[in-house]
Nanobody, 124 residues
Framework: QVQLVESGGRLVQAGGSLRLSCAASGRTFSSYALGWYRRAPGKELEIVAAINWSGGSTFYADPVKGRFTISRDNAKNTVYLQMNSLKADDTAVYYC?????????????????WGQGTQVTVST
């Protein structure tokens, strides 16, 4: 089971940028499909972005398309989420997720490992 540790969350003004990082343990990190999810206050967990093992295929939820970028550095066992043009609606706890045996390019939410989450708060 891979261990995931997120960092980078903080209070930021609307329109600003943040980069979240998720460091993973495990020697087979490069084979994992990875994702970022978020849970806003009073709302369900939702996927934000996902990336396949090589970084050659990415997925973005509609609310973040054009503003967020997911990337990975397999040499550093780290996945990133660059968030630009932040809005108040982006306020949430952001979670990193890793699936060692994905079906297709992207991780399955019901399987794999989760980080503890990092709080992002966007002020207006």
């Amino acid at each position: 089971q891979v261990q995931l540790v997120e960092s980078g969350g903080r209070l930021v003004q609307a329109g600003g940028s943040l980069r979240l990082s998720c460091a993973a343990s495990g020697r087979t990190f490069s084979s994992y499909a990875l994702g970022w999810y978020r849970r806003a206050p009073g709302k369900e967990l939702e996927i934000v972005a996902a990336i396949n093992w090589s970084g050659g295929s990415t997925f973005y939820a509609d609310p973040v398309k054009g503003r967020f970028t997911i990337s990975r550095d397999n040499a550093k066992n780290t996945v990133y989420l660059q968030m630009n043009s932040l809005k108040a609606d982006d306020t949430a706890v952001y979670y990193c997720h890793a699936d060692a045996n994905p079906v297709g390019d992207y991780p399955r939410a019901d399987f794999g490992s989760w980080g503890q989450g990092t709080q992002v708060t966007v002020s207006t």
